[in-house]
């Protein structure tokens, strides 16, 4: 094996008296790819990390295996990170990776397969395969190679392994801070920096774990100065405010402890989980419930229970759960009790695609209850906003006393980004609860005839008593089952939408205000949709866009906006047909949740382009929909 | 604390203004006023009172009474009770079902919320039938029932309501029957001063599509042969004479009905009510008429921490008001760059 360390040495022999070649660049993509239970994962998060830390613009996206127990060396198997760092903020994951780890050549094969790699990518490969024991290995290492050497990558074999054999005796452990070591070398990343997150990482273990992984990273940095013949440099511009480095999940549990959310009812699900985890890591401390119920049903249940009675609580969940929780949202809306879902999107129908992004919860979150029942539908487009808008959630659904669900998705789940760090505002948190007596004679819906709005009595409350009911009642809270009982209860609940909409400002567009295309994005496709629009106005394209956070109700002067583009369409993260495919016409052709939405608010003709790629949009893949949706082209 | 002397409510002031709308005849009459005058009997604040209840004629009942109440929907009130007493275990929560909201599409519910051991008073209304959609079987319907749904008789095997939370580990297990007026207040006193989730079986009878299917304990001139009045540490004696008793067949564990001086039989052998036993109280739950009397009252009584209490315990010990985000956004795995 040691003659490995000498091949590559030989190979790119590098450590010239004039030192390593040094690229400045404004922004580069890198991948960390490996076998899961690898660390590539680690490895690229506490990269991101300590780059945001540094002032680097920064997005992480994990890259999850398809499979959940994937055998090792399978292209299946793929699994690590991409962080892409920039001397401006970054908003999205960009389109292919300048620079590779990877810790066998199979999950190389992967990211290759996909498209993922710039053409003139770098790549570090471990070696251990090409000389490996086994026939199959090497036989497998050779074709892989061979399928590369098309290609124009430069490809840096790494022995990886022989390296952390001197330091520790399982480095299918310990390869991953080798590899951070390489690329704190590659990309000068502050080295102080970097052990003082592995310190932080480990710090539930035993001291000398950390120390053995500083020392893997020490190792790595030094094997890089010694055999690495260029580094990159993305110029670093120290952001003015202090910056915050999370992702979107933890965003949302942030945002929901400056909302004041005193109770998250919940029931595990991918990609929503983990805001309940790094809440009950924050409840420990600090008072709050995280309850773990039954099923989905159950939880949504139980957070209404809790609002009924004066708490706020939230109840979080993916696709699946949101179906389950269909009737008692809309016992919510129907007895106006106010209620925040946050829903972290994944691919559906059914189970779907557990752990990856897609935006196809719209029109369920819209309308998946029998009858009418309207809500309020938010989608933050960033990670900061992840946190704003549970915030404004709560907000909205106690002034409005009714149900507000938050879309975010996969990617704003796992990605990292930093963002200003926001300052405590005491008006972000609920008023404590009023108790004192209900004054005689008013009534549990005392509804105010033009606004709809009501002020609602809580348990323990003397002289409130009142039976809320799911049936059709009047401003006493007495069944009704008439005519105008029905139709006025209908009216009063849908008012407050449109008493919200006015209070609401038009979007803004990014772009010129008027041209040829107006592309029309939600959630958290902004920033790959804002970089495609750029891409396209450089080639001289009339494209600008404009990014909805209300869906519901949806934000004003929409008509006007889209008036001044000879055509709109949708960007979406979720299924539509594409005319040109085989039985698919204008008539019967499904389109995009927000483009089907739009149409109908607006009667414009919108179109849209939608990927489920199961992975965020790529400007690049963008652009291309920009291209064929641009009127006088065929779409 | 100052105590302010509270006036003294009557049944009728737990009553409310609306119109009960049950069929004339049903069970469900007794239970409510068996209800409201326990709880005038217990001096319950109405303001502090929640009833919350699923969706069948049964859960029409918050209607009736003039505290809190939250009519929710099918099956589901367990669960939004939980969060009602996580949010204020101060509440007083009762939880009114029926056997189908109960136990089939709430099934799972009753399950998590009784083995929680959540601090509040079920009160399951079983008629063995679907009251309000007009009589399908239920789950707790026998074998053969003949509805609209089962012409043919139905095929499923019932689930045993008190054995079903017993099973699940509710630590409070009682049963009484509807028209049992003291009997069934004394219950319910029982269950309301039960610390933890008080789990209790009505036996109720719908008058329209399920009419009589207790009569074989409930008749006139039958039930005190065909009744067991459980009252802890008193031995299980029942019959116009209290010459019968209950014991464990000698080398088994299976019960028998047994009458005193009759085949050597004396008052040692006759089992004493230990509400504790939870194991006894598997075999008296299962007693079935004619062989053996249906067990009646507190079957099983055994305190444990309630889930409010232990979620309470638990939680950080700076309410979540006076947190300060600001120094939470500043440590652990949120890096900050100084601007
Ligand atoms: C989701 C849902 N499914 C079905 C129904 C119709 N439904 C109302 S009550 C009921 C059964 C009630 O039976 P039970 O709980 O035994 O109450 P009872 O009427 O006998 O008191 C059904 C099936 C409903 N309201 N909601
Ligand atoms: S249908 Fe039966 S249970 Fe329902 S109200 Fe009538 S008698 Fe009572
Ligand atoms: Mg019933």
């Known amino acids: 094996m040691s003659s490995s360390a000498s091949v590559a040495t030989k190979k790119r022999k590098a450590s010239t008296p004039t030192g390593p070649v040094v690229t400045t660049v404004p922004e580069h993509t890198v991948e960390i790819v490996s076998d899961s239970g690898e660390g590539a994962q680690k490895c690229g998060q506490i990269f991101g990390a300590v780059s945001a830390r540094m002032g680097n613009g920064a997005w992480t996206v994990e890259l999850i295996p398809a499979e959940i127990q994937p055998p090792a060396r399978s292209p299946a198997g793929a699994s690590g990170n991409r962080i892409r760092i920039g001397t401006k903020p970054v908003t999205n994951w960009g389109d292919a990776a300048n620079l590779v780890v990877a810790f066998n050549e199979q999950v190389l094969a992967a990211r290759h397969r996909l498209d993922a790699l710039h053409e003139d990518a770098i790549i570090l490969v471990e070696n251990m395969w090409a000389t490996h024991d086994d026939e199959d290995i090497r036989r497998e290492w050779v074709e892989v190679m061979e399928e590369l050497s098309t290609t124009s990558y430069r490809i840096v074999e790494v022995p990886m392994e022989e390296q952390c054999l001197t330091i520790t005796d399982n480095p299918r452990r310990g390869k991953n801070m080798f590899v951070l070591g390489l690329l704190s070398w590659i990309y000068e990343r502050d080295v102080e920096t970097v052990r003082d997150l592995i310190r932080l990482q480990f710090r539930k273990k035993a001291a000398v774990v950390a120390e053995t992984n500083i020392a893997l990273l020490d190792l790595g940095y030094q094997w890089a100065q010694e055999h690495l013949d ?79 009675a004066g708490k706020v609580a939230f109840t979080v969940t993916s696709g699946p759960g949101l179906a389950l929780k269909t009737e008692f949202i809309g016992l919510a809306v129907m007895v106006e009790v106010p209620l925040v879902v946050l829903d972290v999107q994944r691919g559906g129908p059914s189970t779907g695609l557990p752990t990856k992004v897609e935006q196809s919860d719209l029109l369920a979150a819209l309308y998946a209850q029998p009858g009418d029942a309207p809500k309020v539908v938010l989608a933050p487009a ?37 963002f200003p760090r926001p300052n405590l505002d005491a008006r972000w948190q609920a008023a404590p609860i009023d108790l004192s007596p209900v004054t005689e004679g008013v009534k549990p819906y005392d509804w105010d005839p033009e606004l709809g709005l009501s002020r609602r009595f809580i348990p323990g409350q003397p002289g409130g008593m009142h039976t809320l009911t799911g049936l059709s009642h009047d401003e006493l809270s007495k069944v009704a089952y008439d005519p105008e009982s029905h139709e006025r209860g209908c009216a009063m609940r849908s008012r407050k939408l449109a008493v919200l909409q006015q209070s609401l400002k038009p979007p803004e567009v990014y772009g010129d205000p008027e041209g040829d295309l107006l592309v029309v994005g939600w959630g ?30 949806l934000e004003p002067g929409l008509k006007e906006i889209f008036a001044r583009f000879r055509k709109v369409g949708t960007v979406e993260i979720n299924y539509s047909d594409r005319l040109g495919d085989p039985y698919i016409t204008v008539e019967n052709r499904r389109m995009g949740q927000l483009a089907f939405l739009l149409r109908a608010h607006t009667l414009v003709d919108v179109d849209c382009w939608t990927r489920v790629p199961g992975q ?3 400007p690049k893949g963008i652009l291309e929909g920009i291209k064929t949706m641009l009127p006088g082209r065929p779409s | 604390m100052t105590t302010t002397q509270l006036p003294q409510l009557s049944a009728k002031d737990f009553g409310s203004d609306q119109e009960v709308r049950w069929c004339p005849g049903c069970g469900d009459y007794a239970i409510l006023k068996a209800v409201q005058r326990t709880l005038a009997d217990l ?27 939250f009519h929710t929907i099918h099956g589901r009130a367990p669960a939004l009770a939980t969060g009602v007493k996580l949010a204020n275990p101060e509440l007083d929560v009762w939880v009114i079902t029926g056997d189908g909201d109960g136990l089939s599409i709430g ?77 069934l207040m004394g219950v319910l006193s029982r269950a309301h001063e039960h610390k933890g989730a008080s789990f209790v079986e009505v036996f109720q009878n719908c008058v329209v599509f399920n009419d009589g299917a207790f009569a074989a304990f409930t008749e006139k001139g039958i039930a005190v042969e065909q009744q067991l009045h459980l ?88 309410p979540v008001a006076e947190l300060d985000l600001n120094a939470l956004l500043r440590k652990g795995r949120t890096w900050t760059v100084p601007g």
């Not at chain 1, 900061?384 to 879309?407: D, N, Q, S």
């Not at chain 2, 604040?45 to 919350?52: C, I, K, M, P």
């Open chain 1, 230 to 308: 260029f580094r990159i440099n993305v110029p670093i511009e120290k952001p003015s405010t202090p910056m915050i480095v999370m992702n979107g999940n933890q965003t949302l549990a942030m945002g929901a402890i400056a909302a004041g959310m005193e109770l998250c009812a919940m029931y595990p699900i991918t990609p929503a989980t983990s805001v309940s985890h790094y809440l009950g890591e924050i409840f420990e401390e600090f008072g709050g419930i995280v309850h773990q119920a039954e099923d989905e049903i159950a939880a949504a249940g139980v957070a209404i229970g809790s609002s009924y």
């Open chain 1, 382 to 418: 960033t990670i900061e906003e992840c946190f704003h808008m549970v915030v404004t959630a709560r907000r909205i659904a106690e002034a409005i006393r009714g149900v507000v669900i938050v879309l975010t998705d996969a990617n704003l789940a796992t990605g990292v980004q930093p």
């Open chain 1, 524 to 553: 958290s496709t902004k920033g790959a949709i804002e970089e495609a629009v750029d891409k396209a106005r450089a080639e001289g394209l009339r494209v600008s866009t404009v990014q909805l956070r209300f869906l519901s109700p």
């Open chain 1, 616 to 618: 965020p949009l790529r």
């Open chain 2, 43 to 69: 001096g319950v604040r109405r303001e502090n009172t929640v009833f919350v209840s699923g969706i069948g004629c049964a859960s029409r009942f918050p209607y009736y009474v003039s505290t809190y109440g």
């Open chain 2, 107 to 183: 099934g799972n519910h009753m399950l998590h919320m009784l083995r929680r051991n959540v601090d509040l008073q079920i009160i399951l209304f079983n008629n063995e039938v679907y009251g309000l959609t007009k009589g399908q079987y239920s789950p707790t319907s026998r074998r053969g029932f003949r509805s609209p749904s089962t012409p043919m008789g139905s095929i499923d095997n019932p689930i045993a309501p008190g054995a079903f939370a017993l099973g699940v580990g509710a630590r409070f297990v009682a049963r009484s029957i509807d028209t049992l007026t003291p009997h």
């Open chain 2, 231 to 318: 009252e802890h540490g008193k031995p299980m004696l029942f019959g116009k004479e209290r010459n019968r008793g209950i014991r464990l067949r000698p080398g088994s564990i299976v019960l028998e009905a047994v009458t005193l001086g009759e085949n050597g039989v004396g008052m040692e052998d006759i089992l004493v009510h230990d509400e504790r036993d939870h194991a006894m109280a598997q075999l008296l739950v299962a007693m079935q008429p004619p062989q053996l009397p249906i067990a009646l009252g507190v079957i099983h009584c055994d305190p444990a921490p309630t889930y409010e209490r232990e979620a309470l315990a638990q939680l950080g010990s700076t």
